[in-house]
């Protein structure tokens, strides 16, 4: 009786379950009550279109209510959704097919990633958060002061572009002037110099001209000294005089250069022989190469330049010389097509005191085609039919489930991607069956949805906090010790049904899929290879810092996750952050130890962030940098970890054939591992989490070798430490004392004749079984598995019909 009690009591601890599986739910978005701040100057980026960042963040909807507005705080919270900001971008409504192209709105643009951080009381709290993008219903009136906005931006942009390039021409007029200077060819042209110089070069005579004034430090400041006298002067003219140099800016650089090949006293210096540097000679040479090149160019074709000198006068107009070089192209072309142009005939030589007559320029009428008549009603029509439509607004929203446990990212968010989907899918149909309608009427239905998706979003909310609980039977479950009974034996699912309208039933396998340590080490082991994964894993358990640096936000928090999930026996107890905006870059030059993970938006911006100072300054103190987007890793340059890290053989091949399974697994076009949405939904096939099960097991054996005995026996911390009073106090050199014991003893056993013989003995059986496998016993055993296996396949195989 006693066993059979024992036994029910048993079952009904298993039937209960763990508890919900999240706490909170928020939305997250901006209101369109506010759309006078955008014309606040903080909050605009330029990326070439018309976009805006956002700082301020509202609470759109939230449950239940009475405890998440004390417990959450929307500006904080937006940091981790939102890490670059609340884009809000502005494009003609006929573009919208081109924006869900690009990824700017629809199902293409939605993003999941995993949230970690520390509440007001102190306690980490893991979360998930789905962001997508989709356009938001504006009045007339909204979108008439929305075009107005956009009229002012692009004014202030296209005035910022233009400052932009014509400072850049002044900054390049004066380095080509100093090049040739230096080089003592003042002769030439500055635009000659710049038509001749490849971008590659242009780089690097700016390089070396700032390795040379950093040398000269004497001609850099009188040259500064005149750069700015000489805009001084500028700036004290009259506004006549100012609108004129602004619309010509060349001449103004132009006579800079002039004052400052003129005063600088550090001129004559340069050019001298005794005193010149080596980037100075780089810079002479550069410029001089130039300058033959288009020496060169102009006297391409002996006979043709000869003909020139003969036909051309000195006294002739430019419009002649102009005139004379094009006929000189002109044959110049036929020459290299094999075509005979016929000579041009010489222009008679006038006396000097001849006044030609006036004679009235008439422009030739262009000659426009059909084609170019039809093409062209038609870009005018597509004009007036996207004005028609007006603009529209494409806004970032986030789901965010906060609460949760971290091995059950998974079972929330599949369902709340079906609530994204379903609710996407009710406005579309409200847009498509008011077609026709007026724009204040399509906005009051479109909002009335609307509202009407916010008291059904708290009914589904709270279903799937009752319904999204595992048993503790179900949550106890985990992979057999024999893999093969995984792949071949029955399996164990999560099912339950949402009241979410259209959508599919939940089914997920137990356990449960691991965003960490399955999709997130399938990233890993495929982009950077196991060696780059177990020497990130010895530095973060030398406690050292790792920053995840990449473009996918859903790849780097998962990256992240999954460094301290294979940690294991050991856990991280530092600083975790796998949402870093790239606003708060400063974090990384902290002293204590972090994993963080920063997402960029395109591959310019990961550079900068690579390459900037305070990334570097923190390499150089124990951080190490894993970038996503070009698969490398870049190990700290602090002293002495370099000759720490070193790689097991035997860890090494087995992670490497482990690497290739899963390779050949992701060959499958319906393997779940190639698209995060099929994961989420389905979980990775029975072969790919036993693969990646392995992975984990090799590495945890691993790292359990350095744990000694403790790995072993439970009881082994009281050799290592004192008790008193209930604390444990770790002693590490009694820990360290057992393993320099040990060590010594394997230093003297292995030069001793019997380890000698044990290695030749293992060297002898090798070499046995090599010559087995190539004779006669084994072929046969080839052959007997080979048809074993080909019987098998035939009873496995489905029967194509």
């Given amino acids: 009786l006693e066993a059979i009690a024992q036994q029910a009591s048993t079952e009904l601890e298993e039937e209960e379950d763990t508890g919900p599986s999240f706490r909170e739910f928020a939305l997250l978005s901006w209101s369109t009550n506010k759309l006078s701040l955008l014309n606040d100057e903080h909050i605009f ?12 963040v509202d609470f759109m909807d939230i449950y239940p209510e009475q405890a998440s507005q004390d417990s959450i705080n929307p500006k904080a919270l937006s940091r981790f959704c939102f890490p670059d900001g609340l884009r809000v971008r502005i494009l003609p409504r006929v573009c919208i097919p ?4 690009k990824k700017w709105a629809g199902v293409g643009a939605d993003t999941s ?27 007339l009136q909204e979108k008439n002061q929305l075009k107005k906005i956009v009229k002012a931006r692009r004014r202030r942009r296209k005035a910022a572009s233009r400052l932009c390039r014509w400072w850049k021409r002044i900054a390049e007029n004066r380095m080509l002037g100093e090049a040739l200077a230096i080089s003592g060819c003042q002769g030439h042209s500055i635009e000659q110099l710049r038509a001749e110089l490849s971008t590659t070069e242009l780089k690097l005579l700016q390089e070396n001209l700032r390795d040379a004034s950093r040398n000269n430090g004497d001609s850099r400041s009188a040259k500064v000294k005149t750069l700015t006298s000489g805009m001084m002067q500028w700036q004290t003219k009259s506004s006549a005089t100012l609108k004129k140099m602004m619309k010509s800016p060349q001449k103004f650089m132009g006579s800079v250069v002039n004052t400052n090949e003129a005063t600088s006293p550090g001129g004559a210096s340069i050019t001298s022989s005794s005193q010149k540097s080596q980037s100075h000679s780089e810079v002479e040479s550069l410029t001089k190469n130039a300058i033959k090149r288009s020496t060169a160019s102009l006297s391409v074709d002996g006979d043709c330049a000869s003909e020139i000198t003969d036909d051309t006068d000195p006294s002739d107009s430019s419009a002649d010389v102009s005139e004379s070089k094009r006929n000189r192209l002109q044959r110049l072309a036929g020459k290299m097509a094999g075509v005979q142009t016929p000579p041009v005939s010489p222009r008679p030589r006038q006396p000097l005191n001849f006044i030609p007559e006036p004679v009235a320029t008439i422009e030739p009428t262009p000659v426009i085609g059909e084609w170019a008549r039809e093409k062209g009603r038609e870009s005018y029509q597509a004009m007036k039919h996207a004005a028609r439509h007006g603009y529209a607004c494409i806004m970032e929203k986030c789901y965010v489930l906060i609460g949760c446990r971290p091995d059950e990212h998974a079972l929330l968010l599949g369902p709340l991607q079906q609530l994204v989907n379903t609710e996407r899918k009710e406005i579309n149909e409200c847009r498509a069956n008011m077609q026709g309608r007026s724009i204040d009427e399509w906005v009051e239905t479109e909002r009335k949805v609307i509202e009407n998706q916010r008291e059904r979003r708290h009914l589904i909310i709270e279903a799937m906090i009752d319904k999204l609980r595992l048993t503790r039977g179900q949550a106890a479950i985990t992979f057999p010790r ?34 960490g340590k399955q999709w997130g080490l399938s990233r890993l082991l495929i ?32 990256c992240a996750c999954s460094l301290l999930e294979l940690l294991e026996p050991f856990e991280w107890s530092s600083v975790f952050l796998p949402v870093l905006p790239q606003k708060m870059l400063d974090f990384v030059m902290s002293p204590v130890p972090f994993v963080a993970g920063m997402a960029v938006n395109d591959y310019a911006r990961v550079c900068q962030v690579e390459n900037d100072t305070r990334t570097l300054q923190a390499m150089d103190h124990g951080m190490s ?33 482990l690497r290739l399974r899963l390779q050949h697994l992701l060959e499958n076009p319906s393997s779940s591992l190639r698209s995060f949405h099929r994961f989420i939904r389905s979980g990775a096939s029975p072969k790919e989490s036993v693969t990646l099960d392995s992975c984990c097991m090799a590495l945890e054996m691993y790292f359990s070798r350095f744990c000694g005995d403790l790995a072993m026996d ?5 050799l290592y430490g004192t008790l008193k009073s209930d604390k444990f106090s770790f002693q590490p050199d009694w820990f360290m004392n057992r393993i320099r014991a040990d060590y010594d003893f394997h230093e003297a056993m292995v030069n001793t004749q019997l380890f000698m013989g044990y290695v030749d003995e293992r060297r002898r059986d090798q070499l046995q079984v090599e010559e087995m496998k190539r004779g006669e016993v084994g072929n046969f055993i080839a052959s007997w598995v080979y048809e074993r296996w080909l019987l098998w396949k035939g009873r496995n195989d489905p029967v194509e019909v």
Avoid at 45 to 56: E, I, K, R, T, V
Avoid at 98 to 101: I, K, N
Avoid at 529 to 557: A, C
Wanted: charged content about 20%; aromatic content about 6%.
């Fill in 98 to 101: 081109g924006a869900m192209r």
């Fill in 625 to 657: 940098l894993l970038n996503l987007s070009t698969k490398t890793l870049h190990i700290t340059s602090e002293p002495g970890i370099s000759k720490m890290l070193s790689l097991d053989p035997y860890l090494r091949e087995q992670l490497r054939c």
């Fill in 527 to 558: 982009d950077i290879g196991p060696d780059s994964l177990v020497l990130m894993l010895k530095l973060l358990l030398m406690e050292r810092s790792i920053l995840v640096l990449g473009e996918n936000l859903q790849e780097v928090t998962a």
């Fill in 45 to 56: 980026f330029d990326d070439g279109h018309d976009a805006f960042c956002l700082d301020s």
């Fill in 113 to 139: 990633h995993v949230l970690v951080f520390t509440d007001g009381a102190g306690k980490t709290q893991h979360g998930v958060a789905i962001t997508v993008r989709q356009e938001i219903p504006l009045s």
């Fill in 714 to 718: 439970c009881n082994a911390w009281k």
């Fill in 482 to 515: 024999n893999h093969l009974d995984y792949i071949v034996g029955g399996k164990h699912y999560f099912q339950t049904k949402l009241p979410i309208p259209r959508s599919n039933p939940i089914k997920l396998p137990l356990p449960l899929p691991s965003i």
